[in-house]
């Protein structure tokens, strides 16, 4: 993963890019190979590398923390999910992980 901090030239998102591409089999066995650390070095000409940790992704979402999208729906939706005693379903969209909220749920926005 490659992230510019604010401030960065946008040209250089393009020159890891295509270092990273002409360097693929660096990449293989990336937690013994000793040439994957020095890719950073192929990039910039003075760098010191304070640590290499693997890449997980995190997402803090949280039922409580989608409930307000469901403000975002219609009315006529909700009323429908509530009458039916269905439920609506609300997707992260940064994990996908899926929340669903029952008629009691949604019967409070009615
Ligand atoms: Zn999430």
Redesign the pocket.
Known sequence: MAQLLPGAPIRLIHTIRNVISDHQSYLIDPETSKTFKELPNLIFEDIDIVGIEPVRLF???SKEILYPMLFALDKEELANAYENDSFIEIV?N????KYNFDSSEIASLI
């Open positions: 997402c803090g979402c992260c940064v994990c996908g992980k």
